[in-house]
């Protein structure tokens, strides 16, 4: 009689054992077919956008001589120019890369330099800006460019909030041949007091989902001749080297800027 009950007992008891085991190994299998569905629905090798340390990185260091250009940080910590609008608006992306509306976000991350040349008047200078977007943005900001390019090139109204200035001309130049895809322009600009025209020059190239901008405006009527490809070269293999292998389009600049 002992001895039965025991061994019922013994039966029950591992019955019950095998029952939370079971249960254990198939939470833990749907829990394995939920991380692998998971896993599934993240796009592999498409890596997201770059924090602000990761383009600190990539950037010119304060302080720094790239060629006959001093680099340094904004004392606002980005230009004057990002805070201007533009009419028509498909044009703003020629004045600010900050953010366009419904046409692309806010950029995740950014980074500013100021690079100038010691002694030369103010203006005088090349905005370097990295910036980082979610959700596909950085190629839309290419989109909203080519867009601009195109139908700007008559002419437009920078609007700094107390003066405007006018764009005569948006002429498409010769672009670096590096990133994924890198548009350049130049800009005919008479300032507000009516003087002399000068010419302005923006360069853009992105890599994945960051964008890397030049933008140079001499502060006199001579042409400056563009970006240097010097400073956008060099920018660019700073970039390289410190996103190292999250870099998507890792080939050499081949083509010289206009």
């Known amino acids: 009689m002992y001895q ?42 498409v890596p997201g956008p770059l924090s602000r340390a990761r383009l600190t990185a990539a950037s010119f260091t304060p302080g720094e001589d790239v060629g006959s250009f001093t680099a340094s940080e904004y004392g606002l910590g980005a230009p004057f120019g990002d805070e201007y609008t533009a009419r028509p608006a498909d044009c703003l992306p020629l004045v600010s890369l900050k953010d366009a509306g419904s046409r692309y976000g806010a950029p995740h991350a950014e980074v500013n330099r100021e690079l100038r040349r010691p002694g030369r008047l103010l203006g005088e200078d090349i905005a370097v800006q990295l910036r980082s977007y979610a959700h596909g943005d950085a190629a839309r900001v290419m989109k909203a460019l080519a867009v601009a390019g195109t139908r700007c090139r008559g002419g437009f109204t920078e609007d700094r909030s107390v003066v405007e200035a006018g764009y005569l001309r948006t002429e498409t130049i010769r672009s670096p041949r590096i990133g994924d895809e890198a548009k350049a322009f130049r800009l005919t600009v008479r300032e507000p007091e009516g003087k002399a025209e000068r010419y302005a020059y923006l360069t853009v190239v992105r890599s994945g989902s960051t964008t890397l901008s030049f933008r140079s405006g001499g502060g006199s009527a001579d042409d400056g001749g563009g970006v240097p490809a010097a400073v956008v070269d060099e920018q660019w293999q700073k970039f390289l080297a410190a996103t190292g292998p999250d870099t998507p389009s890792a080939r050499p600049n081949r083509g010289a800027l206009s």
């Open 4 to 45: 039965t009950e025991t061994r019922q007992w013994c039966r029950a008891a591992a019955a019950a054992l095998i029952t939370v085991l079971c249960a254990g190994a198939v939470a833990c299998g749907g829990q394995d077919r939920k991380d692998a569905k998971s896993a599934a629905a993240k796009p592999a090798g």
